[in-house]
């Protein structure tokens, strides 16, 4: 006959290490890996957008076309010179080589009148963008190269020309309307902006025919992105 007894201490010790082997039901199942996974992926993607630095808009190859009202002198030698008003229109292609600069090449075209008088020049230019600070669309432009122009008066039924080497600057904002939507992570896009100017031809000594025109228009064009 066995006595409980003696037993029970047995008894005990064997409950105890079953009921410190038994898995408790206290603590939540782990989660399972696809929750794990997707939970990962949507943190990480959303901490990627917030650290990854905006695109530059001024990126790559860009071509446009500028259009802007003209104010005009001419001077040479057969007719008085009188002011005249019109437009310039100039056609650009180029590539921001730098962050902070751009090359390319510029075709302009002008057009202008008064009372009794009408003035035409054109030419062809390097043109050189210079950004004080990359991360804002202001840029201060320069050209040089060579054209020719013309000043006809009605009066006399004849004309007087001008031409060699041409010159221009101008300061120019651009705008990227869109951009940040449709390219949020490329550079470039579309782009609008002001623009005032100047275009001269220098006269190639004391007394010789000369033209400056001063333009204020808008300029309207595409950056390609690198």
């Known amino acids: 006959m066995v006595s409980l007894a003696h037993d029970s201490p047995v008894i005990a010790l064997h409950a105890a290490a079953l009921i410190a082997l038994a898995p408790t039901t206290a603590h939540s199942a782990p989660p399972s890996p696809a929750i794990a996974a997707g939970t990962t992926g949507a943190v990480s993607s959303e ?8 695109p530059p808009r001024i990126d790559g190859g860009y071509f446009g076309l500028g259009l802007a009202g003209a104010a005009t ?10 002011p005249l008003a019109g437009f310039e229109a100039a056609l650009r292609v180029g590539d921001a080589v730098l962050p902070w600069l751009t ?6 075209l002008g057009q202008a009148w008064n009372s009794h008088q009408r003035a035409g020049h054109g ?10 600070i990359p991360q804002i669309p202001l840029s201060l432009r320069a050209g040089f190269g060579f054209g020719a122009g013309a000043l006809h008066d009605d009066r006399e039924r004849g004309r007087d020309g001008f031409g ?5 600057g101008s300061l120019r904002y651009e ?13 470039g896009g579309f782009v609008v902006g002001p623009e005032l100017g100047w275009t ?3 006269p190639s000594s004391a007394g010789q025919p000369m033209s400056n025109s001063f333009s204020l228009g808008l300029w309207i064009g595409a950056y390609l992105g690198s």
């Open 200 to 202: 001269g031809f220098p």
């Open 47 to 54: 901490v990627s957008e917030a650290s990854s630095p905006r």
């Open 175 to 187: 705008f990227f309307p869109g951009a940040s939507r449709r390219r949020a992570h490329r550079g």
């Open 73 to 82: 002198t001419v001077r040479v030698q057969t007719f008085a010179e009188k």
């Open 164 to 168: 060699g080497a041409l010159f221009n």
């Open 103 to 108: 090359i390319g090449f510029e075709v302009v």
């Open 123 to 132: 030419g062809l230019m390097v043109e050189l963008g210079i950004l004080p």
